[in-house]
């Protein structure tokens, strides 16, 4: 099954830092677009951060700008979101998805999906 894994989720403190990983599971990231998606509770989906294939384009949420890092790795099959200056609104389910229209946040042009890991931002 083609599907993304996360991890690197858990507790922090507001102000912490967590670095998620996307690793690919039954296939290769090298040519596919990634992009971060999370969904607090009661709120929809939303965009955080994409990457390119090739890792030159990179985009983010204005909410995220400054705090949130994305970068690949193609060599482990991995793309990372480091994420500092954490805040209690990052608090979310947070899901890495590829696809092969470019690095865009519009999560209609992903088609794989992981299961998410849980961010909590609390003191």
């Known amino acids: 099954q083609l599907q993304p894994v996360e991890s690197g989720g858990g507790l922090v403190q507001p102000g912490g830092s967590l670095r998620l990983s996307c690793a690919a599971s039954g296939f290769t990231l090298e040519h596919s677009a990634i992009g971060w998606f999370r969904q607090a509770p009661g709120k929809e989906r939303e965009g955080v951060s994409c990457?390119?294939?090739?890792?030159?384009?990179?985009k983010y949420a204005d909410s995220v700008k400054g705090r949130f890092t994305i970068s690949r790795d193609n060599a482990k099959n991995t793309v990372y979101l480091q994420m500092n200056s954490l805040k209690p609104e990052d608090t979310a389910v947070y899901y890495c998805?590829?696809?092969?229209?470019?690095?865009?946040?519009?999560?209609?042009?992903?088609?794989?999906w992981g299961q998410g890991t849980q961010v909590t931002v609390s003191s």
């Open positions: 998805a590829a696809g092969n229209f470019g690095a865009t946040m519009y999560e209609y042009d992903y088609d794989y």
């Open positions: 990457i390119s294939a090739s890792g030159h384009t990179t």
